[in-house]
T-cell receptor, first 114, second 108 residues
Framework: DSGVTQTPKHLITATGQRVTLRCSPR?????VYWYQQSLDQGLQFLIQ???????AKGNILERFSAQQFPDLHSELNLSSLELGDSALYFC?????????????FGNGTRLTVT | AQSVTQLDSQVPVFEEAPVELRCNYS??????LFWYVQYPNQGLQLLLK??????LVKGINGFEAEFNKSQTSFHLRKPSVHISDTAEYFC??????FGAGTRLFVKA
């Protein structure tokens, strides 16, 4: 058990809809990362927050947004969903905002857009 | 642009045989390198990491990796694999750049 909790585990929704994915980081970890995993794109970094502030942005679409709250949990909002957004979305946390601090991954949220 | 290349998308191997999963990175600066493993229907978990110092790094489940700066490689090895090692393995650095993954399939 990594200590990172993601909810929900599965989400099925229709095109054009909006969903929110939630992540609770490991106790004591200040940094949260979001990733998208799909068969054709592999594991893609989306965005990182550290102690409530956005620190790095990756291949995140404009239709997607995220935030980290004062209690350090994070939410990833996906809107105007398209079929191609179907993927496994992972959250990971790390203690420090340093390259040497390893990641601890949640078990992911599987999003299916129909 | 910085990148990580995992040279094999799939590696089939018989149980108790040795295995090497290859990873090359592109960076001229100091790097921190990691290998993660993803078992079916699970998130990724840390296998091992190279931060500095000895170029041979030992991880969990009998895996080890060797950092080679001149060849910009960080290959993962295990001298004798088990069926339970069947999983996908990812090489990464800077936490934002992952390789495409190598699916290790161990056959009985």
């Amino acid at each position: 058990d990594s200590g990172v909790t993601q909810t929900p585990k599965h989400l099925i929704t229709a095109t054009g809809q909006r969903v929110t994915l939630r992540c609770s980081p490991r106790s004591g970890d200040l940094s949260v990362y979001w990733y998208q995993q799909s068969l054709d794109q592999g594991l893609q970094f989306l965005i990182q927050y550290y102690n409530g502030e956005e620190r790095a942005k990756g291949n995140i679409l404009e239709r997607f947004s995220a935030q980290q709250f004062p209690d350090l949990h994070s939410e990833l909002n996906l809107s105007s969903l398209e079929l191609g957004d179907s993927a496994l979305y992972f959250c990971a946390s790390s203690t420090l905002d340093r390259g040497y601090s390893p990641l601890h991954f949640g078990n992911g949220t599987r999003l299916t857009v129909t | 642009a910085q990148s990580v290349t995992q040279l094999d998308s799939q590696v089939p191997v018989f149980e108790e045989a040795p295995v090497e999963l290859r990873c090359n990175y592109s960076s001229s600066v100091s790097v921190y390198l990691f290998w993660y493993v993803q078992y079916p229907n699970q998130g990724l978990q840390l296998l091992l990491k190279y931060l500095s110092g000895s170029t041979l790094v030992k991880g969990i489940n009998g895996f080890e990796a060797e950092f080679n700066k001149s060849q910009t490689s960080f290959h993962l090895r295990k001298p004798s694999v088990h069926i339970s090692d069947t999983a996908e393995y990812f090489c990464t650095y800077f936490k934002t750049i992952f390789g495409a993954g190598t699916r290790l399939f161990v056959k009985a």
